[in-house]
């Protein structure tokens, strides 16, 4: 009896910190795993002035120059996207970029047509090749006379963000910590982002998740998404890794495998 003990203790403690040692190297490669993608997470990218789309309750800071009694600050309407600026009414901003912003306006204050200029806008935002749409506003504007049609005749127009609205978005299923989440527009929020400030994928995960995002006509979309070592993988080719709206929702289905 005692010499089958002396062989079992010394067994059941090697098992014991062996087992020790694979927790404590499955934590250590865990951490090796997330550390990277929080850095990432906290440093993205500001956006340019040609990638970020304006959206609902951004204030917009727009000057003519020479002109002061014009206002400041305006907001984007919640309701439909609009600005209502002096002279040119009211202007559909949101999902523009302040460069085409400046562009547009500065048109519609040489007396472009509003319903053509409204065109040129909905399809900007439906995807159309921006190249295009370049080429139809040279067109529009050929035939325009400012100093019969228009409010100026050359007016020098800036535009800028002057406060990010906070967009809220969800990340729902198998993360550590589900739930509701914001960021501002400055910085580019992705779907694995969005999963690193949910705490990360449990263990039971699924790899491919799913993006239900909407298009510009409020159609509901879902989108596919391997984030199975994205990590590498977006750096060759950062389309992997889609960008996230306000509202959208990150699903993480649990694996059967």
């Known amino acids: 009896m005692f010499w089958s003990m002396r062989r079992v203790i010394p067994f059941v403690i090697g098992a014991f910190f062996l087992s020790s040692e694979v927790l404590v190297l499955c934590h250590a490669a865990e951490k090796t795993d997330e550390e990277p993608a929080r850095a990432a997470e906290s440093s993205a990218p500001a956006l340019s002035a040609d990638e970020y789309l ?5 204030k917009l800071a727009i000057s003519i120059v020479g002109e002061k009694d014009l206002p400041p600050v305006l907001e984007v309407s919640e309701r439909d996207g609009t600005i209502k600026y002096p002279y040119i ?14 562009k547009l ?33 040279t067109d529009l504007v050929r035939g325009v006379d400012p100093t019969k049609d228009g409010w100026f005749i050359d007016p020098q127009i800036n535009v800028m963000v002057h406060e990010y609205s906070q967009k809220l978005f969800y990340v729902e299923g198998q993360v550590k910590s589900p739930g509701q989440f914001t960021f501002t527009g400055q910085n580019k929020m992705t779907v694995y982002r969005a999963i690193i400030k949910a705490g990360g994928l449990t263990r039971i995960a699924k790899k491919t998740v799913i993006l239900i995002t909407t298009d510009e006509e409020r159609n509901e ?4 998404v391997d984030v199975s070592d994205i990590r590498k993988k977006i750096a060759e080719n950062p389309e992997l890794d889609p960008p996230i709206k306000a509202n959208d929702i990150v699903f993480v289905p649990e694996s059967f495998w």
Do not use: F, M, N
């Open 221 to 224: 979309k879902r989108i596919e």
């Open 105 to 137: 306006i500065t048109e519609l204050l040489r007396g472009a047509d509003p319903k053509e200029i409204e065109k040129l806008i909905t399809d900007l935002r439906g995807g159309a090749d921006p190249k295009q749409i370049e080429k139809r506003l």
């Open 89 to 102: 009414e009211y202007v559909r901003v949101s999902g523009l970029t302040v460069i085409w912003i400046e």
């Open 54 to 58: 304006v959206s609902a309750k951004d």
